[in-house]
C-alpha cells in the first residue's frame, strides 16, 4: 500500500463586516483586525489573510490575530464565516476533514473547535469601547486514515473568509475547570475539546558549518519522542539521533555531518542538507522536515 502524501492548500480571509447598530442606536461596536503573527497570517489593506501551504496528514500551522472593538459604544462581537470554496476532490471537500480551533488567548478558552467548514457564527462576547482580545486560528490535517483516503486529498484547496462583526452569535462554550482526561462538550453539533498537541521543528536555513554539524530545535506541546535522520550533500547520510522530552518543552539537536561532507566543506564547497523528523506525541505521529544550507567556512 502506498505512504501518504496528499498535500494540501488551506487559504483563511479574515475580514471586518458591517457594523451593526445595538438597541436601534446610532452609535455601535465595531470589530477592527490587526497585529497578526506566525507562519500561517500576513496582512494586507483587507485585513489579516490566513494562508496554510503543504499540509500533510498529521500537521498544523497556527497563526494569530487581535480583534478591537473600534466602534464608539461597547457591543457583542461575533465570528462568522462567508464565501467558502472548495476545490472538487472524489472524496469530499477539503474544509470537512480538515480540524480548526479558535482560542480566546486573552480570556483563556476555545470559542471553537470542530471541522474548517463547521464554524458558522459564535458569538464571542461583550467588547467594551477599545477592548481588544488576542485570537489563535490552529489548522490542522488529521492523520490515522488510510493513504488510499489521504492521496485523494493531493493539491486539494479551501479558501474561506470569516468575518468579524459587530451582533450575537451562538455563545461560546463556558471555560470548565481543567481536569486529568477532559471530556468533550457537544454544542448542537460541533464537538468541543482540547486542540491536539503539536511539535515545531525550527532551524536557521543558513549555517556555518564550523563545527561539523548542523543544529536545529524541537519544540513539544506535551511529551513527545523524536528521531531525527537527514542527508548532505550528495545522498550521504547522517548518522539518526533519537531525543525524547517527558513533558512540554524544546530540545536543541546537533547533527553530525558525515566524513566526506565535511571534507568537502572545508574544501570551499558548500552543502545542503535535507532532515526529517518523525515526532510520536498524543497519540499522533507527525513528519517535519527542513532544509539547511550549510556555507563553508573557507568562504
Not at 24 to 52: H, I, K, M, Y
Request: proline fraction near 7%.
Amino acid at each position: 500500500m502506498p505512504r501518504p502524501h496528499a498535500v494540501v492548500a488551506v487559504a483563511l480571509a479574515v475580514a471586518v463586516g458591517s457594523a451593526l447598530p445595538l438597541q436601534g442606536r446610532g452609535d455601535s461596536a465595531r470589530a477592527e483586525v490587526g497585529s497578526a503573527t506566525g507562519p500561517l497570517v500576513a496582512t494586507d489593506g483587507n485585513g489579516a489573510v490566513l494562508v496554510a501551504q503543504g499540509l500533510r496528514p498529521g500537521d498544523s500551522r497556527v497563526g494569530e490575530v487581535t480583534v478591537v472593538n473600534a466602534g464608539d459604544t461597547r457591543g457583542a462581537l461575533a465570528l462568522s464565516q462567508a464565501d467558502r470554496v472548495d476545490s472538487p476532490t472524489s472524496a469530499g471537500p477539503l474544509s470537512a476533514v480538515l480540524d480548526l480551533a479558535v482560542m480566546d488567548l486573552t480570556a483563556g478558552r476555545t470559542v471553537f473547535s470542530g471541522k474548517l467548514a463547521g464554524l458558522q457564527n459564535v458569538a464571542l462576547g461583550d467588547f467594551a469601547q477599545g477592548d481588544s482580545h488576542r485570537y489563535r486560528f490552529v489548522v490542522t490535517f488529521p492523520g490515522g486514515s488510510s493513504p488510499a483516503l489521504d492521496n485523494q486529498f493531493q493539491v486539494a484547496s479551501t479558501t474561506v473568509s470569516y468575518v468579524w462583526s459587530a451582533g450575537p452569535g451562538t455563545p461560546a462554550p463556558l471555560p470548565t475547570a481543567p481536569t486529568s482526561s477532559p471530556p468533550p462538550t457537544t454544542l448542537g453539533t460541533t464537538t468541543v475539546a482540547r486542540p491536539a498537541p503539536t511539535a515545531r521543528l525550527v532551524a536557521t536555513t543558513r549555517q556555518r558549518a564550523r563545527d561539523g554539524s548542523v543544529r536545529l530545535q524541537l519544540t513539544c506541546q506535551a511529551a513527545c519522542r523524536a528521531r531525527f535522520t537527514a542527508t548532505a550533500g550528495a545522498g550521504a547520510r547522517v548518522r539518526p539521533v533519537s531525543r525524547s522530552l517527558r513533558k512540554s518543552g524544546r530540545v536543541v539537536v546537533r547533527l553530525k555531518l558525515p566524513r566526506r561532507t565535511r571534507t568537502s566543506l572545508a574544501s570551499g564547497h558548500n552543502a545542503t542538507v535535507k532532515v526529517t523528523v518523525r515526532v510520536a506525541i498524543g497519540g499522533r505521529n507527525l513528519v517535519l522536515r527542513k532544509t539547511v544550507r550549510l556555507i563553508s567556512t573557507r568562504r
